[in-house]
């Protein structure tokens, strides 16, 4: 038996037709006859009552009819993510990123990601807005808050951990802060999205709500800018700043406090049965680049352990 012939067999069901099912693949009413004949005795059932006028399914046949239909899906299926597998990744591969991340962690590759993959044509949304990825048809977004509940699929791209932190330049002129309570007392700047801090103390969480901020926005790009310009304290992700605190123009404070409900750095794409291999091939680079865990949550944290070494050394 093969698959075409369950195939005809489910054609010739929806039909009510024999002759009708035979007609569709080039077969005579006498081939098409002999074709369901040669089923039957494999199965050992009849599956149609015939009549001159109507083909009706047994009960045998119905019974075959509900797993022929499931089966058929299933080998579909596998067909198509074989070929998925073996499909070179090419097409349009439409993108969406906030402008940090964009312009610190993606655009830097896309030269090689481009020599890689010839055949992938790059479109890109970098922006703070958060885009609906199904609706306005979108193949990866990258996201950086916490992952909401959703139908997209997601693969985890690496942390997200934040520091609070200023310019030396701020910090000598205002004071270092070393609990949440100091805060009252310093120059933040906020975004509009985020009005509360949470910090993990040694009693559990603790909230800062940021009443009269110094300057408030809706970019992380702003805020970025406002502390490397010494306005004030502000909350940003290590993928944003790590190079700043290890070079630093910027400086991480209160860090027996960490920052609560960091969430990670997805890359979320539409549910699929099999996913593109351009989606696939991209998220692959990502993770082939920054490494497990990203040098965004390293670099930093190796670089403040080399100096506090080298400040031991000293005395």
């Not at 990601?113 to 990258?142: G, H, K, N, T």
């Not at 290590?238 to 990670?264: F, P, S």
């Amino acid at each position: 038996m093969r698959l075409e012939d369950l195939r005809f067999f489910v054609r010739i069901a929806e039909l009510g037709s024999m002759s009708g099912a035979g007609r569709e693949i080039g077969l005579s009413p006498s081939a098409a006859s002999t074709r369901l004949t040669s089923l039957e005795k494999a199965f050992g059932a009849q599956l149609f009552a015939r009549t001159t006028r109507r083909t009706t399914l047994t009960e045998a046949g119905r019974v075959l009819l509900q797993h022929a239909r499931t089966a058929i899906s299933e080998i579909d299926q596998a067909s198509s993510i074989l070929e998925a597998a073996n499909e070179a990744p090419r097409g349009s591969l439409r993108i969406s990123c906030n402008t940090f991340f964009g312009r610190k962690h993606i655009l830097p590759y896309l030269v090689e990601f481009r020599e890689q993959y010839p055949d992938i044509e790059l479109e890109m949304d970098i922006s703070d807005r958060m885009v609906d990825v199904i609706e306005e048809r979108y193949d990866i977004a990258i996201r950086g808050a916490p992952l909401a509940d959703s139908s997209l699929l997601a693969r985890r791209l690496g942390g997200n951990p934040r520091a609070l932190c200023a310019s030396p330049e701020y910090l000598a002129r205002k004071g270092v802060p070393q609990t949440p309570e100091d805060l009252a007392n310093h120059d933040c700047i906020s975004m509009a999205s985020v009005p509360v801090w949470y910090f993990n103390g040694p009693e559990g969480e603790v909230a800062f709500e940021l009443q009269k901020p110094v300057i408030k926005g809706d970019s992380g790009d702003l805020t970025y800018d406002a502390a490397i310009h010494g306005l004030g304290l502000s909350l940003k992700s290590l993928a944003h700043v790590w190079d700043d605190l290890r070079d630093g123009r910027l400086v991480a404070v209160m860090e027996d406090y960490t920052i609560a409900r960091t969430g990670a750095i997805w890359a979320v794409y539409p549910p699929t049965q099999y996913v593109p291999p351009k989606v696939t091939a991209f998220i692959d680079f990502l993770i082939s680049k920054y490494g497990r865990p990203p040098y965004w949550e390293t670099d930093y944290r190796e670089a403040m352990a080399a100096k506090s070494g080298e400040s031991g050394t000293h005395n």
